[in-house]
């Protein structure tokens, strides 16, 4: 297997693999596996395959945990971060006893508070990319982003980025500091923000964006049959995308994206991966698995037609409805 190539994400300087690797699900949040049952060995070894494949690129969140995906990365690239690129999160509030809110909190000595525990949990003395996981409604982004910007010029950050942000959002935000990513969920399933023009947006200000979820959560795996499929936490069972009718409709989506890649000889995740890049997007697939990440690098080298394009866009067409990603609280948090 061929290494990945690397790529400029944004303008403003950094540099990182074609695919990169979320993290997430390698450790609980909030005392409950995300995606299963969590192994600590087997994600270990995922990270280091990921290096030797040249997908050094990581995606974690002071969120998941709290602190624990920190950690286990600390433990991963221990003795080899300069190897590495990370990228965390913050904004979901952490009180001092380490516990979540579940309050967005982006004023200015929460952002500096923020930052140093997570220099402390991952055990390095600057962040790649640091993003806003959420924007918090009660304080200008001005605010926000100008602290990340004050850590760029301390050197604890070298580049800053917003998640789920609006294009509003975002322009206000880039006049402040220049982003260099925004994350936001995005796939064959899940284009709300092309509908949105946050992809424009985007391109204009050429900011990068980072693709989460490209296998739409699991579903564009083809290993989802029915709701009884997920174990009791998980968090999947709370989207409106995996209940009642919703889900036999996305499921006949999935049957028609698994007969096409089968026709071209692929999995179905590597159809939805291969679309993402043919975009010129970065995408960054979570799996806690050394198979499941050699699949999804191997996807980058897939080459499309513009005619297999079209027929999957075909299947879900923009504007599909799919389901919200989240439930209701959770999507009053996104930024459309």
Not at 21 to 26: E, F, I, P, V
Not at 125 to 131: A, R, V
Not at 155 to 175: D, N, P, Q
Not at 191 to 220: C, H, N, Q
Request: hydrophobic content about 40%.
């Amino acid at each position: 297997m061929s290494a990945l190539k690397k790529i400029s994400l944004g303008n403003q300087g950094l540099t990182v693999p074609e695919l990169g690797l979320g993290c997430m699900g390698m450790t609980s949040l909030a005392g409950a596996d995300i995606y299963g049952k969590a192994d600590e060995a087997e994600a270990l070894n995922t990270i280091h395959r990921a290096l030797e494949l040249g997908c050094n690129f990581l995606d974690t969140a002071d969120l998941y945990g709290p602190f624990l995906n920190e950690r286990l990365i600390a433990k991963a690239i221990k003795g080899k971060r300069d190897r590495y690129t990370i990228a965390t999160k913050f904004g979901y509030e952490i009180n001092d006893a380490g516990k979540l809110t579940w309050q967005i909190n982006g004023k200015k000595d929460y952002v500096r508070k923020a930052v140093e525990l997570s220099l402390k949990h991952l055990d390095t003395d600057y962040i790649d990319l640091y993003y806003l996981h959420r924007v918090d409604p009660a304080t200008p982004i001005e605010e926000t982003v100008g602290a990340m910007a004050d850590l760029v010029k301390e050197g604890k950050v070298r580049y800053i980025g917003l998640s789920e942000a609006s294009s509003a959002t975002i322009r206000r935000a880039h006049s402040i500091h220049p982003l260099t990513a925004v994350q936001s969920e995005y796939s064959i399933f899940e284009r709300s923000i092309e509908e949105a023009g946050i992809l424009d947006t985007l391109r204009e200000l050429k900011i990068g964006l980072v693709a989460y979820s490209p296998l739409g959560r699991g579903f564009l795996t083809g290993d989802i049959k029915t709701p009884e499929d997920f174990d009791k936490d998980d968090f999947r069972k709370s989207m409106p995308r995996f209940q009642g009718e919703q889900f036999y409709k996305n499921i006949e989506l999935v049957h028609a994206i698994g007969h096409m890649a089968a026709e071209k000889g692929i999995t179905p995740s590597q159809l939805a991966i291969a679309w993402i890049h043919a975009r010129g997007h970065v995408s960054i697939p979570g799996t806690k698995r050394v198979r499941y990440l050699e699949q999804n690098i191997a996807a980058v080298s897939i080459a499309l037609t513009a005619d297999e394009l079209n027929q999957l866009e075909a299947i879900v067409p923009l504007g599909t409805i799919t389901g919200d990603r989240y439930d209701a609280w959770s999507m009053s948090g996104i930024g459309l």
